[in-house]
T-cell receptor, first 112, second 112 residues
């Protein structure tokens, strides 16, 4: 049974810092890994999707890496801004159509 | 493409009433997933449907909850005889063939 964990559970940093969010999964047989952002009381916004054959994906100030063999992914946020404050979730499906299993999320607060 | 559309955004029901939540997937997506997010908790899978078929309902409570995705029209998540513990945000997602999920903005159900 797939289990997804995220560390840290919460993070507070001053504006401008670079930061790393961690995601671990127990079953390396994943189809892809997706990072989402959720603002309070809102839906989920997809940030990055990494296919199982890929090592990393980049979008603007965000970079996500994937190490399937060790069951880990990291989300790197460069030059953090107050607008980055949100909960960040990683999610993995077993196959292209399988349900995704979500991690519990990392709650990020960027202080101006 | 309007994305995944969920309605209503907010729904208030009295205990014992029925709640009907609707989800229209992205154009071209024939796979729909429902997730529930209880207050202060993570996202939990409920059910996965394709057109006219339930593929995986392993996360669905055995009683009072049902889901359908008819040939025509949106997917419906139906909760009969709602109780206070059903108060949550219900998210719908759809997926294309190569994976990657797009989520709707959710329906926030409040049972009073």
């Amino acid at each position: 049974k797939q289990e997804v964990t995220q560390i840290p559970a919460a993070l507070s940093v001053p504006e401008g810092e670079n930061l790393v969010l961690n995601c671990s999964f127990t079953d390396s047989a994943i189809y892809n890994l997706q990072w989402f952002r959720q603002d309070p009381g809102k839906g989920l916004t997809s940030l990055l999707l990494i296919q199982s054959s890929q090592r990393e994906q980049t979008s603007g100030r965000l970079n996500a890496s994937l190490d399937k063999s060790s069951g880990r992914s990291t989300l790197y946020i460069a030059a953090s801004q107050p607008g980055d404050s949100a909960t960040y979730l990683c999610a993995v499906p077993k196959t292209s159509y399988d349900k995704v299993i979500f991690g519990p999320g990392t709650s990020l607060s960027v202080i101006p | 493409n309007a994305g995944v559309m969920q309605n209503p955004r907010h729904l208030v029901r009295r205990r014992g009433q029925e709640a009907r939540l609707r989800c229209s997937p992205m154009k071209g997506h024939s796979h729909v997933y429902w997730y529930r997010q209880l207050p202060e908790e993570g996202l939990k899978f409920m059910v996965y449907l394709q057109k006219e078929n339930i593929i995986d309902e392993s996360g669905m409570p055995k009683e009072r909850f049902s889901a359908e995705f008819p040939k025509e029209g949106p997917s419906i998540l139906r909760i009969q005889q709602v109780v206070r513990g059903d108060s949550a945000a219900y998210f719908c997602a759809s997926s294309p063939k190569l994976g990657g999920y797009t989520f709707g903005s959710g329906t926030r159900l409040t049972v009073v």
